[in-house]
């Protein structure tokens, strides 16, 4: 007799969870955005400090990293906070490279001048994808940052080359899905996070639990990813229009 959960039933399987955007929800930063996934909600905001890290003195060039971190109640339970333990967890370690290497990938570091923009990306409610959130949300408050930063003088070009967005995708119950909620996150045979521009991959991070995955399926991943991200930027552009996307 199968336990599992039934396949998600109230949404198709190449539709994304209900999407909200909302843009300049903190006042101090640069640019700031509070991004919702379905019952995942991350706050991203982006820090502009007129400085370079130690291994880029003596050069022009800027830097855009991030950092990446749970409230201790984002889960069903609460969690220790990373810094009473004085050390991150190599998820957390991992999850903040990747969202750097990915607003690194679309930026004209030479064009920032010596400034570093630090992406904060907090999440306040977990139910996975929480990782493909910060990286959609992040960008877009690093859109914001450098619109202010152009409006401001303080660089004289735009940075950033490409737009940017993530989603994940997964087999489930030998079904592809879009857009995996940790439920179905949990019981899948594949799962796989895509980090998009608009002129092309950034990086896939894709693992087969139980058995290896034809190229062919995996390709079907592709497929709903390409389309997912597809929606996210549409998403992105109505909030740096409006303030607010919903989708």
Not at 23 to 31: C, F, I, L, Q, S
Not at 111 to 118: N, P, Q, S, V
Not at 181 to 209: K, L, P
Not at 218 to 228: N, V
Request: hydrophobic share 40%; aromatic share 4%.
């Amino acid at each position: 007799m199968n336990t599992q959960p039934l396949l998600r039933q109230q949404r198709a399987a190449d539709a994304l969870r209900p999407l909200r955007i909302e843009t300049d929800v903190n006042r101090y930063a640069e640019g700031s955005v509070l991004i919702s996934f379905g019952h995942t909600r991350v706050l991203c905001t982006a820090s502009v400090e007129a400085k370079q890290p130690p291994f880029l003195r003596h050069t022009e060039q800027g830097w855009v990293t991030a950092e990446y971190g749970m409230l201790p109640r984002a889960t069903h339970t609460r969690g220790n906070r990373e810094a009473a333990r004085g050390k991150q967890e190599g998820r957390t370690v991992e999850i903040q490279r990747l969202i750097g290497r990915s607003l690194r990938a679309v930026t004209h570091l030479d064009a920032l001048g010596r400034h570093t923009i630090t992406i904060d990306c907090d999440v306040l409610q977990a139910d996975g994808g929480t990782r493909t959130a910060a990286i959609t949300g992040g960008w877009l408050a690093l859109r914001l940052a450098v619109n202010r930063m152009l409006g401001e003088g303080s660089i004289d070009e735009d940075p950033l080359h490409g737009q940017l967005a993530a989603i994940s995708c997964g087999i489930v119950q030998e079904q592809p899905l879009l857009d995996l909620e940790y439920s179905e996150d949990s019981q899948a045979t594949m799962d796989a996070n895509f980090v998009i521009s608009d002129q092309g991959m950034i990086e896939v991070q894709a693992t087969a639990e139980e058995r290896p995955v034809p190229w062919e399926t995996f390709m079907q991943l592709k497929t709903l990813a390409d389309q997912g991200v597809q929606q996210l930027m549409e998403a992105q552009n109505a909030a740096l229009d409006n303030g607010v996307a919903v989708a």
